[in-house]
């Protein structure tokens, strides 16, 4: 969950801190519906996998979303 060194002395806050998540599920069509430019936080993780297996999350962190679903992070 955390990131190697600095690589380069005059790197952006957000190269520093990114973190490649992969979700492989080439015969879904909501996979098309994420949108691969959005900031995300690991807490975001088991929201959007019961999101992909259709199930309610119960108990929920307010900090968390679906990464299927916009908002605000």
């Not at 957000?14 to 069509?29: C, E, K």
């Not at 430019?37 to 979303?65: S, V």
């Amino acid at each position: 969950d955390h990131t190697g060194p600095e690589l380069q002395p005059n790197s952006s806050f957000i190269s520093r801190h990114q973190v490649p998540l992969f979700i492989y599920a080439p015969y879904f069509d909501w996979i098309k519906k994420i949108n691969t430019n959005q900031p995300a936080q690991q807490i975001d993780i088991l929201p959007t996998i019961l999101d992909i297996l259709g199930q309610e999350q119960k108990n929920k962190n307010h900090l968390a979303r679906s990464l299927l679903r916009e908002g605000p992070k």
